[in-house]
């Protein structure tokens, strides 16, 4: 069983920045892919980035050069850096790992994380 559990979010007026982190439970979080979803209201949720155990990074091209994922092996922990936030991002950000290992799964798709967290709100004024 792994828990996640997701900080950082807020209030935030365009062009401005927030770090949201998720920390999670669990022996080999070194070996999980991470990543980071997000969902607005009357939308469905969308891809926004993920982190290999090796390190690699994938972005959706909404986020692309704006935002940064990163993990904390040591600390157990993944960061979503975002930088120039728009309105248009303003989401319940929710972070996900995949334990069980199905790399024939696409990475951008829900279906491939088996762990969920409880999301964080991230609301961006104009």
């Known amino acids: 069983q792994v828990q996640l559990v997701e900080s950082g979010g807020g209030l935030v007026q365009a062009g401005g920045s927030l770090r949201l982190s998720c920390a999670a439970s669990g022996r080999t979080f070194s070996s999980y892919l991470m990543g980071w979803f997000r969902q607005a209201p009357g939308k469905e949720r969308e891809f926004v980035a993920a982190i290999k155990s090796g390190g690699s990074t994938y972005y959706a091209d909404s986020v692309k050069g704006r935002f940064t994922i990163s993990r904390d092996n040591a600390k157990n922990t993944v960061y979503l850096q975002m930088n120039s936030l728009k309105p248009e991002d303003t989401a319940v950000y929710y972070c996900?790992?995949?334990?069980?290992?199905?790399?024939?799964?696409?990475?951008?798709?829900?279906?491939?994380?088996?762990?969920w967290g409880q999301g964080t709100q991230v609301t961006v004024s104009s």
């Open positions: 996900a790992s995949d334990v069980r290992g199905s790399p024939w799964l696409n990475l951008k798709q829900g279906v491939r994380y088996d762990y």
